[in-house]
């Protein structure tokens, strides 16, 4: 597709659940980030993945949350036993990776996820 | 942790006015970066500016950077309603992990 595509838009789950927000990046972009934003908030780093390195987990805020991510397609983040605190928009953004220098990233809509 | 803090938190201008947004970070930095959201929607890149430049144009964008005050601002001449939007900067920690404030959300009124 032309754009980072997420799914589903809008999810609300009763606490304790399990829930699995997907990420599409632009195809060719090697790097996909996640990220948690709060009602007004800035965005929060969660995750980082490049190619085939290891992926920089240093912001998920639990273990209850984890990130895969198929060579350099799909990713999925996934919210164990889910709280309320959990309630925020999940954006997924993907970029090309250009070594020693920053690259603009592109956004998807995001995951909108409620907590009952 | 959050590195760049964007003044004011929010801001209302008469559509036709400019409005100008501040951003102040605490590292040094590589490069610094805009972006705009929407209501419901991701962030949209606006401008990428490097730590060694001082400034950059982009339509009716202008950035600024002064790297010896740690700031940014971002000037949008001749607004319009569909300037209305959350603006937040974003800095890089390294090559590639990047800090985003809170954000000034600008109201355009017609």
């Known amino acids: 597709g032309a754009g980072v595509s997420q799914s589903p838009s809008n999810k609300v789950t009763e606490k304790g659940k399990d829930v699995e927000l997907r990420c599409d990046p632009i195809s060719g972009h090697t790097a996909l980030y996640w990220y948690r934003q709060r009602l007004g908030q800035g965005l929060e780093f969660l995750i980082y993945?490049?190619?085939?390195?290891?992926?920089?987990k240093s912001g998920l805020p639990s273990d209850r949350f984890s990130a895969e991510r198929t060579g350099e397609s799909v990713s999925t983040l996934t919210i164990q036993r889910t709280q309320q605190e959990d309630s925020a928009v999940y954006l997924c953004?993907?970029?090309?990776?250009?070594?020693?220098?920053?690259?603009?990233?592109?956004f998807g809509d995001g995951t909108r996820l409620s907590i009952l | 942790s959050q590195q760049g803090e964007e003044d004011p938190q929010a801001l209302s201008i008469q559509e036709g006015e400019n409005a100008t947004m501040n951003c102040s970070y605490k590292?040094?930095?590589?490069?610094l970066q805009w972006y705009r959201q929407n209501s419901g929607r991701g962030l949209v890149h606006l401008i990428l500016?490097?730590?060694?430049?001082r400034e950059k144009h982009s339509g009716r964008l202008r950035v600024t950077l002064d790297t010896s005050k740690k700031s940014s601002s971002l000037l949008i001449t001749a607004s319009r309603a569909a300037d209305t939007a959350s603006y937040f900067c974003a800095t890089d920690g390294s090559d590639y992990k990047l800090s985003f404030g809170a954000g000034t959300t600008v109201t355009v009124r017609a």
């Open positions: 953004a993907s970029s090309p990776r250009v070594v020693g220098s920053n690259q603009p990233q592109h």
């Open positions: 590292t040094s930095i590589n490069n």
């Open positions: 993945f490049q190619g085939n390195s290891a992926p920089d």
């Open positions: 500016i490097r730590s060694n430049e």
